[in-house]
Structures are given as structure tokens and as C-alpha cells.
């Protein structure tokens, strides 16, 4: 059985406890939050679970095993380095931490140490994209030639990142999980209109062979929009995550080039078939994730969205915010 301490119970605190006290091979003994009203929440829910306000409570514990850290990003790294130093498994939530030097440190560490580091990334455990990776590896799409997403919504305002390092990551985790390539380099533009960070923003990653990826993220739309698009040479797919039922939608449609011999004799022809809706599994991810947490924990294996990972979305987040205040300089990677 693995001992778990929770440190935060904020907005997403609450979704942490939840799915690993439902775990069987794991047990939440000990929350931390410097909120005595969050304290409060957790004890009416879950009387057993020890209680405290400081975070060494938990990361030296001699009761605890693993450590799930659910604070803002800028004590992602004191709090995961006090706990893997301690001889915890971290779980922590994305971004890994505020910079590329602070997430390499803690992957190292991890490696060094043997102990398992994982990064909550929870789209790559839902059913949707879980789906589209299974259409990419049996090759129904062929090539990819593009990655385009727009993930809008009015607030919620972030008051210590901006608009790419809270939303860009559900988009750069997803990117990494379903291209194999890793992007050459990033482009982004945006603006500031409120609280003195860039709440509007427009990113765009390079990859070898012409792919292309393009992200739209914006805490000020007065809609809520989830969805993506990825174009391969043999069909197109659609993926609605805020559609109910067919979140998925495949596409028999595609251009063909049939003479290419000069750019005056070049004829296109478009081809336009089915369109049908694949089954996506309901299973909620983020149960899903810490089920695989448990997993990785207990064979000792290195997680897809373990220190790697992290480090290489961070590294992206970085990039992009270099490039947004320099006015959409070409950053590489």
C-alpha cells in the first residue's frame, strides 16, 4: 500500500484527493494547505486524513511514500525538491515548474535517486486523445501536416502566470504525446489588457517536414471553445472536447496533386468521402492517471509524463514567452 500526502486543496486539490483515496493500492494519509477553511473541507469529507499547515509534514513523513503537490507553479520546485530529497515519489501539477533549469534539476534528481516523478497532464488520459493516438498509430490519418487548436474561455484570470503558461500546456502535453517530433522552434504573439500579464495569445511551433502546430489561448473570449483540428495527407479529425457524445469526428477528406511537373500544369483535385464518429471511452482521466501513478510507483518504470517531459513542456512555455515579448521572434528549441 502506498501512503500518499497531499500538499494544496485549492481548485484542483480537491479532484487529487478524490481519485487517489479511490485507488486501492494507495492511501491519502495527510493534506496540508495554509487555508484552516480548506482544512475544514477536507476533514467533513474525509475524517481520517491527518491534517496540517505545513508542507514539512509532509515531505519528511516517515509515514508518507509518495507526495502530490497542487500549489501555484512557482513553489512547484522547492516543494518536489524537498520531498524527492526526502525519498518521496512526486506527482505534481503542470507546468512541472516555473522554469527549464528548476524542471531539468528535479528530472535529475529523480533519475538519481530512483524515484518516480510525474507530471499531471490529465488530457493524455482521456478517451479523446487516448483515441486519437490509437487513429495516429495505426496510421489512419498518414502524415501529419498540421496541429491546430483554440482553447478560449472568459477567465479564470491567473494572477501569477500568464494566458500560455496556464492553458498552453494542456496543448503542448497533448502535442508531445501525439507527435513523436519535437517542435524546431516557436513563434508567439499576444497582448496584455487587464492584470499586467498577456491574457490573449497566438503560438505557433515548427517541426521538421512542414508540420505545423498553431494555438490559440485567450482568457477573454466570450465563449467557451475546446476544439482541434489535425489534418494528415489521408483524412482530417475533428475533436470537439466540449461535444457530449461524438467529441470525434474523422474526416475522408483530402487534397491530391495529380501533376506536379510544372506549376502551370498543376491540377488538384479534392476529395470529399465519409465522415464517421469513432467510440471515445468515458472513463474519467484523471482517475485514469493515478492509476498509472500507482502503476509506475509500484514496478519502479519512468512515466510517459514523468521528468522528461515536463522539462521539454516547460522548455516550450519559455520559448514561447521569450518570443511573445519580443514581438513574435522566432525562438528555437
Known amino acids: 500500500m502506498i501512503r500518499m500526502g497531499v500538499i494544496g486543496y485549492g481548485y484542483w486539490g480537491p479532484n487529487i484527493v478524490r481519485n487517489f483515496h479511490n485507488q486501492e493500492k494507495i492511501r491519502v494519509v495527510a493534506v496540508c494547505d495554509g487555508n484552516p477553511a480548506a482544512l475544514n473541507r477536507v476533514k467533513k469529507l474525509y475524517p481520517d486524513i491527518r491534517l496540517t499547515t505545513d508542507y514539512q509534514e509532509i515531505t519528511t513523513a516517515m509515514d508518507i511514500d509518495a507526495v502530490a503537490i497542487v500549489t501555484p507553479v512557482s513553489t512547484h520546485f522547492k516543494l518536489a525538491m524537498d520531498a524527492l530529497s526526502n525519498g518521496k515519489h512526486v506527482f505534481v501539477e503542470k507546468p512541472m515548474t516555473a522554469t527549464s533549469a528548476e524542471a531539468e534539476e528535479l528530472a535529475s534528481l529523480a533519475q538519481k535517486k530512483r524515484l518516480i516523478i510525474m507530471v499531471d497532464h490529465t488530457f493524455v488520459f482521456t478517451g479523446a486523445v487516448r483515441k486519437i493516438r490509437q487513429l495516429i498509430d495505426e496510421d489512419m490519418l498518414g502524415p501529419l501536416y498540421y496541429y491546430d487548436s483554440t482553447r478560449v474561455n472568459l477567465g479564470l484570470f491567473q494572477h501569477?502566470?500568464?494566458?500560455?503558461?496556464?492553458?498552453?500546456?494542456?496543448?503542448?502535453?497533448?502535442?508531445?504525446?501525439?507527435?513523436?517530433?519535437?517542435?524546431?522552434?516557436?513563434?508567439?504573439?499576444?497582448?496584455?489588457?487587464?492584470?499586467?500579464?498577456?491574457?490573449?495569445?497566438?503560438?505557433?511551433?515548427?517541426?521538421?517536414?512542414?508540420?505545423?502546430?498553431?494555438?490559440?489561448?485567450?482568457?477573454?473570449?466570450?465563449?467557451?471553445?475546446?476544439?482541434?483540428?489535425?489534418?494528415?495527407?489521408?483524412?482530417?479529425?475533428?475533436?470537439?472536447?466540449?461535444?457530449?457524445?461524438?467529441?470525434?469526428?474523422?474526416?475522408?477528406?483530402?487534397?491530391?496533386?495529380?501533376?506536379?511537373?510544372?506549376?502551370?500544369?498543376?491540377?488538384?483535385?479534392?476529395?470529399?468521402?465519409?465522415?464517421?464518429?469513432?467510440?471515445?471511452?468515458?472513463?474519467?482521466?484523471?482517475?485514469?492517471?493515478?492509476?498509472?501513478?500507482?502503476?509506475?510507483?509500484?514496478?519502479?518504470?519512468?512515466?510517459?509524463?514523468?521528468?522528461?517531459?515536463?522539462?521539454?513542456?516547460?522548455?516550450?512555455?519559455?520559448?514561447?514567452?521569450?518570443?511573445?515579448?519580443?514581438?513574435?521572434?522566432?525562438?528555437?528549441?
Open 160 to 333: 501569477d502566470v500568464n494566458v500560455i503558461w496556464d492553458l498552453a500546456p494542456h496543448d503542448f502535453s497533448i502535442m508531445a504525446y501525439l507527435i513523436p517530433e519535437k517542435p524546431q522552434a516557436i513563434v508567439a504573439t499576444g497582448a496584455t489588457h487587464l492584470n499586467g500579464h498577456a491574457d490573449v495569445a497566438y503560438i505557433t511551433a515548427y517541426f521538421a517536414d512542414n508540420m505545423i502546430a498553431h494555438l490559440n489561448v485567450n482568457w477573454l473570449s466570450p465563449v467557451k471553445v475546446r476544439t482541434t483540428l489535425l489534418g494528415g495527407a489521408k483524412k482530417m479529425l475533428v475533436w470537439n472536447d466540449l461535444e457530449a457524445d461524438e467529441k470525434i469526428k474523422i474526416y475522408d477528406k483530402g487534397v491530391q496533386i495529380k501533376n506536379a511537373e510544372s506549376v502551370y500544369s498543376l491540377l488538384v483535385s479534392y476529395r470529399s468521402g465519409d465522415m464517421w464518429s469513432p467510440k471515445v471511452e468515458q472513463q474519467e482521466a484523471l482517475s485514469l492517471e493515478c492509476s498509472y501513478f500507482v502503476d509506475c510507483v509500484e514496478k519502479n518504470q519512468t512515466p510517459f509524463n514523468g521528468g522528461e517531459t515536463g522539462h521539454h513542456i516547460v522548455k516550450m512555455l519559455e520559448a514561447a514567452s521569450s518570443s511573445l515579448q519580443n514581438k513574435g521572434k522566432v525562438v528555437y528549441l
